[in-house]
């Protein structure tokens, strides 16, 4: 599914049992001067959550390199090199990472790069990079002890299991966990300097905006994470997503409900990114349909590949790419579902995509028609049309024959297919 790769930075930092990270007590002698920290940080958010800490949580430091040699052989524990080569088959059929883009390796190095602290589910332990900034310390602590209250009141690997079944509602769990945490670290500071996020939404906007880092302005150094800026479009802001629009959301949450806000999110998670991009679609319940794959008749020897779903967000982030981040901004929130497929013929080293999205109207779906007719032949070095009317487009693009077509308020694509077969 095209949201693993998003699920597992989720699993990696939120429920990881570390095979060499972890010593018997504090390690390091910075640690124990950090970690004394830990009980008063800890009772401040529970003040502001109302979440109670039913035991103390421990603290300990971490390597960068322990956690690259971690996430290493984490992959490989919770991955087969099908399921990663499925992933990376996925997104490059989107036009998402280029096609010479070696996704496990570029995970690795981008975690390891952002890493700063992360919250043990397992152990009920969190670990604290050696290397963050003294004037880092208290927020990142601050952040991971919020996980650590939602872990102890919501059970926070059973939330995860949960989302499962679905791929954009899985991030969208993702961006319930990061988003809380985040809004609880910011809300801590805000405290520290006798304000409120409560009382002021420029406030918590200005914080969302910060959390963002590159994506919301100059709050990172430049130079200062070489890797993040090296990085498709897609990894970058999938990565800050769940604490940006996270944060978003839950102070919308709270806005409406401050006395349930921090528990109704992960007693009724959003099902959606669309809902946590747009909170009035969580309030009001509005679900993502279900559109029809189109229906192609392939050769024998075709077989199920991978298959799921793209969100609004995975939706808008395609389209800031290849046509633009005002349009994409005007467009993508009037997506209504998704489906997509990829069947593979390997005798041939043939992988045909299937493809489905709903759009709110026709109006907003044929301009959607128009938008992928444009991710296509950006995404391709080469794209020949074939035939072409208002609501159809055929033609041959790098990978094979295509079918653009469009039904009312449902667009569908075929790519992939063998040129000499019709």
Sequence with gaps: MLVE???????????????????NGQSDPRAKALCAQVPGIA?????????????????????????????????????????????ELTLKKFGLIPQDFDLAKNEVDLLTEQAAAFYDYDRKKLF???????????????????????????????????GRKSDDGSTARLAVMEGQATWMMSEYLARQSGTSLKDSATLAATMAT?????????????????VFDKEPLYLKLTLVF?????????????VRDPQQGFGEVFLNAPVSTQQI????????????TDPALPVVHLPRGYKGLVGGELGELEQGIMLEQYVGKTRAGKLAPHWRGCNFELQENK??????????????????????????????????????????????LTGTGDDGRFELRRKGAIVTSVEGLDPEIH
């Design 277 to 288: 991009l747009h909170p009035e679609k969580y309030f009001d319940r509005v679900k993502p």
């Design 128 to 162: 604290i990079t050696d290397s963050t900034s003294s004037d880092s310390q208290t927020p990142v602590l601050a952040h991971e002890l919020s996980h650590a209250l939602a872990d102890q009141n919501y059970n926070l690997a059973r939330f995860i299991k949960q």
């Design 5 to 23: 790769v998003f699920l597992r930075r989720a699993t990696l930092f939120l429920g990881i049992l570390l095979y060499s990270a972890v010593a």
């Design 347 to 392: 005798k041939a080293a043939r992988v045909v995509l299937l493809y489905a999205t709903e759009w709110d109207s026709e109006e907003s779906a044929a301009q959607y028609f128009e938008a992928y007719r444009e991710v296509m032949h950006k995404k391709w070095k080469s794209m020949t049309v074939t035939t072409e009317a208002a609501d159809a």
């Design 43 to 87: 009772s401040q958010l529970t003040a502001i959550s109302g979440m109670k800490l039913r035991h103390a949580v421990p603290c300990d430091f971490i390597s960068k390199e322990q956690i690259n040699q971690f996430l290493k052989k984490r992959i490989k524990e919770t991955s087969s090199p099908e399921e990663v080569r499925a992933e």
């Design 210 to 226: 910060m959390a963002a880092g590159d994506e919301g302005g100059d709050t990172k150094a430049e130079g200062e994470f070489p």
């Design 242 to 254: 769940p604490y940006t629009k996270g944060m978003s959301f839950q102070q919308a949450v709270l």
